[in-house]
Protein backbone atom coordinates (compact mmCIF):
# COMPACT_ATOMS: atom_id res chain seq x y z
CA UNK A 1 0.00 0.00 0.00
CA UNK A 2 1.24 3.37 -0.59
CA UNK A 3 0.95 5.30 2.63
CA UNK A 4 0.57 9.14 2.47
CA UNK A 5 2.34 9.38 5.52
CA UNK A 6 5.19 7.24 6.21
CA UNK A 7 6.38 8.43 9.52
CA UNK A 8 2.39 8.45 10.97
CA UNK A 9 2.38 4.76 9.51
CA UNK A 10 5.53 3.82 10.98
CA UNK A 11 4.17 5.23 14.98
CA UNK A 12 1.24 3.83 14.65
CA UNK A 13 2.44 0.43 13.29
CA UNK A 14 4.23 0.49 15.94
CA UNK A 15 2.07 1.41 18.48
CA UNK A 16 -0.44 -1.05 17.58
CA UNK A 17 1.95 -4.40 17.36
CA UNK A 18 3.39 -3.09 21.01
CA UNK A 19 -0.31 -2.99 22.19
CA UNK A 20 -0.81 -6.40 20.68
CA UNK A 21 2.03 -7.70 22.82
CA UNK A 22 0.93 -5.97 26.01
CA UNK A 23 -2.69 -7.55 26.00
CA UNK A 24 -1.42 -10.76 24.91
CA UNK A 25 0.73 -10.70 28.12
CA UNK A 26 -2.16 -9.46 30.16
CA UNK A 27 -4.46 -12.70 28.88
CA UNK A 28 -1.05 -14.94 29.32
CA UNK A 29 -1.51 -13.37 32.55
CA UNK A 30 -4.88 -14.37 33.81
CA UNK A 31 -6.87 -12.01 31.69
CA UNK A 32 -10.09 -13.18 30.15
CA UNK A 33 -11.11 -11.95 27.18
CA UNK A 34 -15.10 -11.52 27.33
CA UNK A 35 -17.00 -13.23 24.09
CA UNK A 36 -20.02 -12.50 22.55
CA UNK A 37 -22.94 -15.34 21.20
CA UNK A 38 -23.49 -14.20 17.78
CA UNK A 39 -26.54 -15.53 16.17
CA UNK A 40 -26.94 -15.78 12.36
CA UNK A 41 -30.93 -16.22 10.72
CA UNK A 42 -31.07 -17.30 7.33
CA UNK A 43 -33.80 -17.90 5.56
CA UNK A 44 -34.79 -21.58 4.57
CA UNK A 45 -31.93 -22.97 6.78
CA UNK A 46 -30.31 -23.42 10.13
CA UNK A 47 -28.91 -20.38 12.37
CA UNK A 48 -25.32 -20.21 12.62
CA UNK A 49 -23.78 -19.35 15.91
CA UNK A 50 -20.61 -17.44 16.46
CA UNK A 51 -18.47 -16.53 19.20
CA UNK A 52 -16.99 -13.00 19.00
CA UNK A 53 -13.72 -11.88 21.01
CA UNK A 54 -15.15 -8.52 22.71
CA UNK A 55 -11.74 -7.13 22.22
CA UNK A 56 -13.02 -3.08 22.34
CA UNK A 57 -14.34 -3.98 26.33
CA UNK A 58 -11.03 -5.88 26.77
CA UNK A 59 -8.82 -2.93 25.13
CA UNK A 60 -10.84 -0.02 26.69
CA UNK A 61 -10.27 -1.92 30.63
CA UNK A 62 -6.90 -1.06 29.82
CA UNK A 63 -6.74 1.89 27.81
CA UNK A 64 -5.51 4.04 31.07
CA UNK A 65 -2.08 2.06 30.74
CA UNK A 66 -2.08 1.51 26.93
CA UNK A 67 -1.98 5.21 26.74
CA UNK A 68 0.83 5.71 29.30
CA UNK A 69 3.41 3.39 27.38
CA UNK A 70 5.73 4.77 25.41
CA UNK A 71 5.11 3.91 22.23
CA UNK A 72 1.76 5.69 22.52
CA UNK A 73 3.48 9.11 23.54
CA UNK A 74 5.54 8.78 20.03
CA UNK A 75 2.73 8.07 18.46
CA UNK A 76 0.61 11.00 19.76
CA UNK A 77 3.54 13.79 18.88
CA UNK A 78 3.46 12.00 15.62
CA UNK A 79 -0.33 13.14 15.49
CA UNK A 80 -0.10 16.13 16.37
CA UNK A 81 2.24 17.01 12.97
CA UNK A 82 -0.96 16.46 11.05
CA UNK A 83 -3.42 19.21 11.24
CA UNK A 84 -6.16 16.19 9.44
CA UNK A 85 -5.54 14.57 12.23
CA UNK A 86 -6.54 17.36 15.01
CA UNK A 87 -10.08 17.61 12.02
CA UNK A 88 -10.75 13.32 12.07
CA UNK A 89 -10.47 13.22 16.24
CA UNK A 90 -12.42 16.28 17.15
CA UNK A 91 -15.26 14.98 14.72
CA UNK A 92 -14.72 11.54 16.27
CA UNK A 93 -14.82 12.48 19.89
CA UNK A 94 -16.92 16.06 20.09
CA UNK A 95 -14.80 19.18 21.99
CA UNK A 96 -15.23 18.39 24.86
CA UNK A 97 -11.85 16.46 25.44
CA UNK A 98 -8.26 17.44 25.02
CA UNK A 99 -6.58 17.12 21.64
CA UNK A 100 -4.41 14.24 23.32
CA UNK A 101 -7.63 12.15 25.11
CA UNK A 102 -9.48 12.79 21.33
CA UNK A 103 -6.43 11.51 19.22
CA UNK A 104 -5.75 8.57 21.08
CA UNK A 105 -9.02 7.60 21.76
CA UNK A 106 -10.26 8.04 17.87
CA UNK A 107 -7.04 7.45 16.17
CA UNK A 108 -4.91 5.40 18.37
CA UNK A 109 -7.48 2.89 19.81
CA UNK A 110 -9.65 3.13 17.06
CA UNK A 111 -6.80 1.77 15.48
CA UNK A 112 -5.77 -0.66 17.75
CA UNK A 113 -9.67 -2.11 17.97
CA UNK A 114 -10.33 -2.84 14.08
CA UNK A 115 -6.92 -4.14 13.45
CA UNK A 116 -7.62 -6.63 16.48
CA UNK A 117 -11.21 -7.16 15.31
CA UNK A 118 -9.86 -8.14 11.53
CA UNK A 119 -7.47 -10.39 13.85
CA UNK A 120 -10.23 -12.17 15.95
CA UNK A 121 -8.30 -11.40 19.01
CA UNK A 122 -4.63 -10.82 19.62
CA UNK A 123 -2.78 -12.52 17.46
CA UNK A 124 -0.41 -10.33 15.13
CA UNK A 125 -1.19 -10.55 11.27
CA UNK A 126 0.53 -7.45 9.68
CA UNK A 127 -2.69 -7.43 6.50
CA UNK A 128 -4.86 -6.75 9.01
CA UNK A 129 -3.45 -4.00 10.24
CA UNK A 130 -2.77 -2.78 6.38
CA UNK A 131 -6.07 -2.62 5.54
CA UNK A 132 -7.02 -0.99 8.83
CA UNK A 133 -4.71 1.54 8.58
CA UNK A 134 -5.42 2.34 4.67
CA UNK A 135 -8.76 2.90 5.89
CA UNK A 136 -8.17 4.93 8.76
CA UNK A 137 -6.19 7.07 6.22
CA UNK A 138 -8.73 7.21 3.84
CA UNK A 139 -10.65 8.73 6.79
CA UNK A 140 -8.01 10.57 8.12
CA UNK A 141 -6.76 12.70 4.65
CA UNK A 142 -10.72 12.75 3.55
CA UNK A 143 -12.16 15.83 2.71
CA UNK A 144 -15.88 14.48 3.58
CA UNK A 145 -16.94 12.21 5.73
CA UNK A 146 -19.53 9.84 6.09
CA UNK A 147 -22.13 9.62 8.92
CA UNK A 148 -24.78 6.68 9.89
CA UNK A 149 -27.49 6.05 12.41
CA UNK A 150 -29.45 2.95 12.35
CA UNK A 151 -31.92 2.24 15.37
CA UNK A 152 -34.10 -1.15 15.54
CA UNK A 153 -38.08 -0.77 14.85
CA UNK A 154 -40.63 -2.85 16.47
CA UNK A 155 -44.21 -3.15 16.05
CA UNK A 156 -44.33 -2.59 12.04
CA UNK A 157 -42.88 -4.71 8.58
CA UNK A 158 -41.50 -3.34 5.64
CA UNK A 159 -41.44 -5.51 2.24
CA UNK A 160 -39.57 -3.02 0.44
CA UNK A 161 -37.03 0.20 1.53
CA UNK A 162 -39.11 2.90 1.96
CA UNK A 163 -37.31 6.51 1.72
CA UNK A 164 -39.29 9.30 4.20
CA UNK A 165 -36.84 11.91 3.41
CA UNK A 166 -33.00 13.07 2.49
CA UNK A 167 -31.09 10.65 4.21
CA UNK A 168 -33.75 8.89 5.98
CA UNK A 169 -35.14 5.34 4.91
CA UNK A 170 -36.69 2.70 6.66
CA UNK A 171 -35.41 -1.00 5.76
CA UNK A 172 -35.06 -4.48 6.71
CA UNK A 173 -32.08 -5.40 8.64
CA UNK A 174 -28.97 -6.81 7.12
CA UNK A 175 -27.64 -10.11 8.74
CA UNK A 176 -24.95 -9.25 11.25
CA UNK A 177 -24.63 -5.74 10.43
CA UNK A 178 -25.02 -4.47 13.73
CA UNK A 179 -22.69 -6.90 15.36
CA UNK A 180 -19.84 -6.67 12.78
CA UNK A 181 -19.18 -3.62 14.47
CA UNK A 182 -20.63 -4.19 18.10
CA UNK A 183 -20.67 -8.00 19.10
CA UNK A 184 -22.67 -7.00 22.16
CA UNK A 185 -25.79 -5.49 19.67
CA UNK A 186 -27.73 -8.82 20.66
CA UNK A 187 -27.76 -7.70 24.46
CA UNK A 188 -28.99 -4.23 23.19
CA UNK A 189 -31.88 -4.38 20.68
CA UNK A 190 -35.15 -5.64 21.27
CA UNK A 191 -35.97 -9.51 22.10
CA UNK A 192 -36.32 -11.74 19.12
CA UNK A 193 -35.34 -8.65 16.82
CA UNK A 194 -34.36 -10.22 13.33
CA UNK A 195 -36.17 -13.15 13.67
CA UNK A 196 -40.15 -12.06 14.09
CA UNK A 197 -41.86 -10.41 10.72
CA UNK A 198 -42.70 -7.13 13.40
CA UNK A 199 -38.95 -6.82 14.64
CA UNK A 200 -36.66 -7.07 11.43
CA UNK A 201 -36.67 -3.76 10.19
CA UNK A 202 -34.49 -0.97 10.84
CA UNK A 203 -34.68 2.95 10.50
CA UNK A 204 -31.65 4.93 9.25
CA UNK A 205 -30.10 8.04 8.71
CA UNK A 206 -27.42 8.64 5.95
CA UNK A 207 -25.49 12.23 6.21
CA UNK A 208 -22.36 13.87 4.45
CA UNK A 209 -20.51 16.01 6.52
CA UNK A 210 -17.83 18.24 5.32
CA UNK A 211 -14.31 17.99 7.10
CA UNK A 212 -15.14 19.87 11.14
CA UNK A 213 -19.04 19.28 10.51
CA UNK A 214 -20.75 18.28 13.59
CA UNK A 215 -22.97 15.03 13.20
CA UNK A 216 -26.97 15.35 13.11
CA UNK A 217 -29.09 15.13 15.76
CA UNK A 218 -29.99 11.51 15.33
CA UNK A 219 -32.39 10.77 18.39
CA UNK A 220 -34.23 13.74 17.23
CA UNK A 221 -34.58 13.26 13.65
CA UNK A 222 -35.53 9.28 15.02
CA UNK A 223 -38.06 10.73 16.68
CA UNK A 224 -40.09 12.86 14.28
CA UNK A 225 -39.75 9.86 11.76
CA UNK A 226 -41.74 7.59 14.37
CA UNK A 227 -44.01 10.10 14.82
CA UNK A 228 -45.27 10.49 11.37
CA UNK A 229 -44.88 6.83 10.61
CA UNK A 230 -47.45 6.19 14.05
CA UNK A 231 -49.49 8.98 12.35
CA UNK A 232 -49.69 7.29 8.92
CA UNK A 233 -50.52 3.85 10.40
CA UNK A 234 -51.40 3.86 13.72
CA UNK A 235 -48.89 1.16 14.06
CA UNK A 236 -47.41 0.51 17.77
CA UNK A 237 -44.60 1.30 16.76
CA UNK A 238 -41.29 2.05 18.82
CA UNK A 239 -37.41 2.84 17.52
CA UNK A 240 -34.68 1.56 19.74
CA UNK A 241 -34.27 1.14 22.66
CA UNK A 242 -30.56 2.68 21.20
CA UNK A 243 -29.18 3.45 18.17
CA UNK A 244 -26.25 2.86 16.41
CA UNK A 245 -23.60 4.98 14.80
CA UNK A 246 -20.81 5.08 12.67
CA UNK A 247 -18.69 7.70 10.95
CA UNK A 248 -16.54 6.59 8.11
CA UNK A 249 -17.66 3.12 8.29
CA UNK A 250 -16.53 3.13 11.92
CA UNK A 251 -18.21 2.57 14.83
CA UNK A 252 -19.12 6.25 16.45
CA UNK A 253 -21.25 5.92 19.15
CA UNK A 254 -23.91 4.40 20.74
CA UNK A 255 -26.69 6.49 22.15
CA UNK A 256 -30.34 6.16 23.71
CA UNK A 257 -33.44 7.15 21.40
CA UNK A 258 -35.45 9.82 22.72
CA UNK A 259 -38.42 7.63 25.10
CA UNK A 260 -41.33 9.22 23.68
CA UNK A 261 -39.52 7.07 20.60
CA UNK A 262 -38.64 4.01 22.76
CA UNK A 263 -41.56 3.29 24.07
CA UNK A 264 -43.45 0.64 22.11
CA UNK A 265 -47.73 1.35 22.51
CA UNK A 266 -50.02 -1.19 22.72
CA UNK A 267 -51.87 -2.48 19.59
CA UNK A 268 -51.74 -4.87 16.79
CA UNK A 269 -48.48 -4.52 14.20
CA UNK A 270 -48.79 -3.91 10.82
CA UNK A 271 -47.16 -3.26 7.82
CA UNK A 272 -45.62 0.00 6.08
CA UNK A 273 -46.79 -0.11 2.44
CA UNK A 274 -45.71 2.04 -0.09
CA UNK A 275 -49.09 4.27 0.08
CA UNK A 276 -48.65 4.39 4.01
CA UNK A 277 -44.81 4.72 3.84
CA UNK A 278 -45.62 7.91 1.04
CA UNK A 279 -48.09 9.48 3.58
CA UNK A 280 -45.31 9.69 6.32
CA UNK A 281 -43.09 11.37 3.75
CA UNK A 282 -45.28 13.89 3.59
CA UNK A 283 -45.87 14.37 7.46
CA UNK A 284 -42.54 13.98 8.41
CA UNK A 285 -41.75 17.07 5.94
CA UNK A 286 -44.58 18.77 7.63
CA UNK A 287 -43.93 18.21 11.10
CA UNK A 288 -41.19 20.95 11.42
CA UNK A 289 -43.94 23.55 11.20
CA UNK A 290 -44.65 22.53 14.76
CA UNK A 291 -41.79 24.35 15.76
CA UNK A 292 -43.41 27.83 14.90
CA UNK A 293 -46.79 26.59 16.06
CA UNK A 294 -46.96 26.17 19.80
CA UNK A 295 -51.19 25.23 19.61
CA UNK A 296 -49.77 22.26 16.37
CA UNK A 297 -47.15 21.40 19.04
CA UNK A 298 -49.26 20.86 21.68
CA UNK A 299 -52.19 18.45 19.97
CA UNK A 300 -48.94 16.33 18.30
CA UNK A 301 -47.85 16.36 22.12
CA UNK A 302 -51.00 15.20 23.53
CA UNK A 303 -52.00 13.04 20.89
CA UNK A 304 -48.67 10.71 21.15
CA UNK A 305 -48.60 10.76 24.91
CA UNK A 306 -52.81 9.30 24.95
CA UNK A 307 -50.81 6.13 23.01
CA UNK A 308 -49.67 5.04 25.83
CA UNK A 309 -51.98 5.84 28.63
CA UNK A 310 -55.11 3.59 29.91
CA UNK A 311 -58.57 4.98 30.59
CA UNK A 312 -59.74 8.12 31.60
CA UNK A 313 -56.27 9.89 30.90
CA UNK A 314 -56.42 8.41 27.56
CA UNK A 315 -59.19 10.02 26.23
CA UNK A 316 -58.21 13.57 28.51
CA UNK A 317 -55.46 13.78 26.63
CA UNK A 318 -56.99 13.00 22.80
CA UNK A 319 -59.73 16.00 24.23
CA UNK A 320 -57.23 18.35 24.46
CA UNK A 321 -55.34 17.39 21.56
CA UNK A 322 -58.66 17.72 19.81
CA UNK A 323 -59.51 20.66 21.54
CA UNK A 324 -56.15 22.46 20.73
CA UNK A 325 -56.76 21.90 17.14
CA UNK A 326 -60.16 23.22 16.65
CA UNK A 327 -61.38 25.23 19.47
CA UNK A 328 -64.06 24.95 21.76
CA UNK A 329 -66.22 23.45 18.93
CA UNK A 330 -64.02 20.56 18.48
CA UNK A 331 -66.39 17.87 18.15
CA UNK A 332 -68.13 19.37 15.24
CA UNK A 333 -65.50 20.16 13.45
CA UNK A 334 -63.30 17.00 13.52
CA UNK A 335 -66.90 15.67 12.37
CA UNK A 336 -67.22 17.37 9.46
CA UNK A 337 -63.87 17.42 8.74
CA UNK A 338 -63.44 13.43 9.28
CA UNK A 339 -66.26 12.31 7.89
CA UNK A 340 -68.00 12.71 4.20
CA UNK A 341 -71.35 10.57 4.66
CA UNK A 342 -74.00 12.17 6.66
CA UNK A 343 -74.40 9.06 8.79
CA UNK A 344 -71.06 8.56 9.72
CA UNK A 345 -70.43 12.09 10.60
CA UNK A 346 -73.49 12.21 12.87
CA UNK A 347 -71.89 8.88 14.36
CA UNK A 348 -68.70 10.56 14.81
CA UNK A 349 -69.75 13.67 16.14
CA UNK A 350 -72.33 11.55 18.49
CA UNK A 351 -69.01 9.49 20.27
CA UNK A 352 -67.11 12.71 19.85
CA UNK A 353 -69.41 14.79 21.83
CA UNK A 354 -70.11 12.18 24.44
CA UNK A 355 -65.97 12.74 25.35
CA UNK A 356 -66.23 16.09 25.64
CA UNK A 357 -68.80 15.54 28.07
CA UNK A 358 -66.46 13.39 30.03
CA UNK A 359 -66.95 9.73 28.75
CA UNK A 360 -64.19 7.74 27.81
CA UNK A 361 -63.80 7.82 24.16
CA UNK A 362 -64.88 5.04 21.90
CA UNK A 363 -62.06 3.54 19.51
CA UNK A 364 -63.19 6.24 16.44
CA UNK A 365 -63.28 8.80 18.45
CA UNK A 366 -59.97 7.87 20.30
CA UNK A 367 -58.84 7.81 16.84
CA UNK A 368 -60.03 10.79 15.62
CA UNK A 369 -57.21 13.03 16.51
CA UNK A 370 -54.54 10.92 14.36
CA UNK A 371 -56.64 11.18 11.42
CA UNK A 372 -57.34 15.01 12.11
CA UNK A 373 -53.67 15.92 13.09
CA UNK A 374 -52.76 14.22 9.52
CA UNK A 375 -55.12 16.12 7.76
CA UNK A 376 -53.69 19.58 9.57
CA UNK A 377 -50.77 18.62 8.63
CA UNK A 378 -51.36 17.71 4.39
CA UNK A 379 -53.34 21.18 5.01
CA UNK A 380 -50.41 22.83 5.58
CA UNK A 381 -52.01 26.09 6.78
CA UNK A 382 -54.51 25.23 9.85
CA UNK A 383 -56.19 28.27 10.13
CA UNK A 384 -57.23 28.52 6.53
CA UNK A 385 -58.49 24.91 7.22
CA UNK A 386 -60.83 25.55 10.12
CA UNK A 387 -62.19 28.75 8.13
CA UNK A 388 -63.02 25.83 4.93
CA UNK A 389 -64.65 23.53 8.28
CA UNK A 390 -66.96 26.48 8.95
CA UNK A 391 -67.87 27.28 5.22
CA UNK A 392 -69.16 23.72 4.62
CA UNK A 393 -70.80 24.09 8.23
CA UNK A 394 -72.73 26.89 6.74
CA UNK A 395 -73.30 25.67 3.67
CA UNK A 396 -71.08 28.24 2.13
CA UNK A 397 -69.20 26.24 -0.29
CA UNK A 398 -67.62 22.29 0.09
CA UNK A 399 -64.08 21.53 1.10
CA UNK A 400 -61.34 19.46 -1.02
CA UNK A 401 -61.01 15.97 0.50
CA UNK A 402 -57.18 14.88 1.23
CA UNK A 403 -55.96 11.60 1.81
CA UNK A 404 -56.94 9.90 5.42
CA UNK A 405 -54.90 7.70 6.77
CA UNK A 406 -56.64 4.82 8.02
Known amino acids: MAVRSPQLHHALHAFTLGAFAFLLRELDEGGELPVAFVEHEHAGGPALYEYRPLVHAFAEGHAARLRGREDATIALEELRREPAAAIFARAHAGRRVSEDEALFKTVLFGLLVSTAEACGGFDW ?32 SVATQLELAAGVRVR ?58 RLATAAPLAAGPVLFETLDGRPFGIRPVLPIAATQPPGEATRLDAFRGELARELLAQLGRADADTVLAEALDRWELSLFQHEPFRSEQVRASLAALFGETWPLRAAVLLEENAAERGALHAALTAMADGDSGEATAVDAARRALVEVLQHVDRMSLLRELDDELLGVRERRGLRLAV
Do not use: K, M, N, Q
Open 172 to 229: AVADGELARHWPEASSLVPAGFGREPDRFAVLELRAALTAGEDPPDAPAEFADAVSAI
Open 125 to 156: DDAAFERAYAELEHSLFGEHRTYTAVAPLVGI
